[in-house]
């Protein structure tokens, strides 16, 4: 949820939209580092010597599930090309 009211999704632009998730985007990941970071340092203390636990490592370095604005452009390119081209336009 990026916090938005009905009326304040249809009424937005497409760049607006995307901005909002980008920031609902960054906000949820700092929160899950923050979190692990919180994790990280419970678990040190059991960890074995010489070991290091970090916020990368338990995180794997994923990528976000979440499309970045500039790959969800790229996304709504590619789909109103195949659109044009399935209505015989291009």
Do not use: C
Not at 42 to 64: C, E, P, Y
Not at 65 to 82: T, V
């Amino acid at each position: 949820m990026i916090g938005w009211t009905v009326n304040q999704f249809w009424e937005a632009k497409p760049v607006e939209f995307r901005l909002a998730v980008a920031a609902y985007v960054d906000r949820e990941e700092r929160q899950l580092r923050m979190l692990a970071w919180h994790a990280a340092n419970l678990m040190q203390m059991w960890a074995k010597k010489g070991s290091k636990i970090t916020v990368d490592r338990l995180l794997g370095k994923q990528k976000s599930d979440f499309l970045s604005p500039y790959d969800f452009d790229r996304w709504a390119d590619k789909a109103r090309k195949r659109k044009r081209e399935a209505e015989g336009l291009e």
